[in-house]
């Protein structure tokens, strides 16, 4: 064997520790390798070891030299990255979970030892009833009857829905009241005139308890003069009247209604309404003559029945005016006689007697001076009962008066609204 120089000797010697000591370092690294995969470990200081392990520039310079073997030199920082992070989103989640599913059975225990409110349970809570106020007209008999008027409360009976009601007060016709004359006067100036000569007749007669307040009923509510005791002033407002423009009692009556009802309920005095008009249905800006809905269709029934919309909006305004509680009298002074004005005029009488009111028609200048002066009686007599009602649900409430039995031989015949509006 031919032996070689020293340095080579040497050299090659040196070569042998050094692979050595790779093989050494090689068996370290897989040791720490195997204890950073221990599935008990999840510090974040291994993973910071494995990374300064697999990414070391000695690691990466053997990696490149031949023959070696490539099991520990491959690139695996980012794999143990997303095992840690998939790791502590697993171990998030467990936690979150286990707060959640506690804090879920303290509601439900807690829910179960409180007292259960009507809210959770299977109906709907009840409405707490209302009191609320009403102040009911009620005739005894017509004003050309004259019924006695002395009439305790006593002796009167009423129910609404067939329940007893206590009256807290009762008003006579000598009472303080306030008359709220309205006018819708845009026709024939002839029969306007006498119109008004009529009304000033009638407030001059007037007893000093009456009050009268004057208001334009045309197109829209406007009040001329507000209610006093100076006849002469009401008189002069009364002359100073334009009568120019559209029919307005339908566009008018409600508000004039709503008007005198809050006079009502926030004073202690009667309170009624006379409405004098002379308004043709085809007058007004509105069209209530009978308009087809569609007019291409042939069986659309608005236009073989004449009157249908206005109707309807009767019908729609007398659910209105049950809700006021205050009498309404109407006088027509000059009614037309076609189909279309009959039907307008039953609209009027249903919106009058819904109130306890009544509508007169003239049919001829004779008789505009006995119809209004039948009004301003009928507005002059009523009684005025006062009571509160209670009630879960809002509602109309049909009304019964009657009197008592010691009281029934007098054979009154008492007139009153027929139901009232509980809101």
Wanted: proline share 7%; glycine share 6%; charged share 20%.
């Amino acid at each position: 064997m031919i032996g070689l120089p020293w340095p080579f000797c040497r050299k090659s010697a040196r070569g042998g520790n050094t692979r050595k000591k790779q093989r050494r370092s090689r068996s370290k690294e897989g040791a720490a390798a195997a204890a950073a995969f221990d599935p008990t470990c999840n510090d974040f200081q291994t993973a910071t070891r494995l990374e300064s392990i697999f990414q070391s520039p000695s690691r990466s310079t053997a990696s490149l030299q031949p023959g070696r073997s490539l099991r520990y030199h491959l690139p695996l920082s980012l794999p143990v990255r997303l095992l840690h992070q998939l790791t502590s989103v697993l171990r998030t989640i467990e936690f979150w979970f286990g707060v959640c599913s506690t804090l879920t059975l303290f509601t439900v225990l807690v829910a179960a030892a409180a007292p259960q409110s009507p809210a959770f349970g299977k109906g709907k809570p009840p409405n707490k009833a209302r009191p609320v106020q009403f102040r009911l007209p009620i005739w005894l008999g017509a004003p050309s009857e004259k019924a006695e008027s002395e009439v305790a409360t006593s002796n009167l009976k009423i129910t609404a829905d067939k329940a007893p009601i206590k009256v807290s007060a009762w008003r006579g016709p000598e009472s303080p009241a306030l008359l709220f004359v309205a006018l819708d006067l845009v026709g024939d100036i002839a029969t306007a005139d006498q119109a008004r000569k009529a009304i000033v007749d009638e407030v001059h007669a007037l007893s000093i308890q009456f009050w009268a307040g004057l208001i334009s009923g045309q197109e829209q509510m406007f009040v001329v003069q507000e209610p006093t005791g100076d006849r002469v002033l009401f008189q002069q407002k009364l002359q100073e009247l334009t009568q120019i423009g559209k029919a307005g009692l339908l566009e008018s009556v409600q508000p004039v209604a709503d008007l005198a009802t809050g006079v009502l309920l926030n004073s202690e005095v009667r309170v009624a309404i006379v409405f004098i008009t002379d308004s043709d249905i085809g007058n007004y800006r509105a069209d209530y003559l009978n308009p087809p809905v569609n007019a291409s269709d042939g069986r659309d029934l608005s236009r073989r029945f004449a009157g249908r919309a206005l109707q309807e909006k009767i019908s729609r305004m007398a659910q209105l005016m049950a809700r006021n509680q205050v009498p309404l009298f109407i006088v027509h002074i000059d009614p037309g006689l076609d189909p279309l004005n009959r039907s307008y005029h039953n609209g009027l009488k249903q919106l009058a007697e819904v109130s306890g009111g009544k509508c007169l028609l003239s049919k001829s200048r004779g008789d505009i001076p006995l119809n209004i002066h039948e009004a301003f009686q009928w507005a002059k007599s009523f009684h005025l009962a006062e009571f509160t009602l209670e009630g879960p649900k809002r509602g109309y409430k049909r009304l019964e008066v009657e009197l008592a039995e010691d009281r029934k031989s007098l054979a009154l015949r008492l007139v009153h609204p027929a139901r009232v509006f509980l809101p």
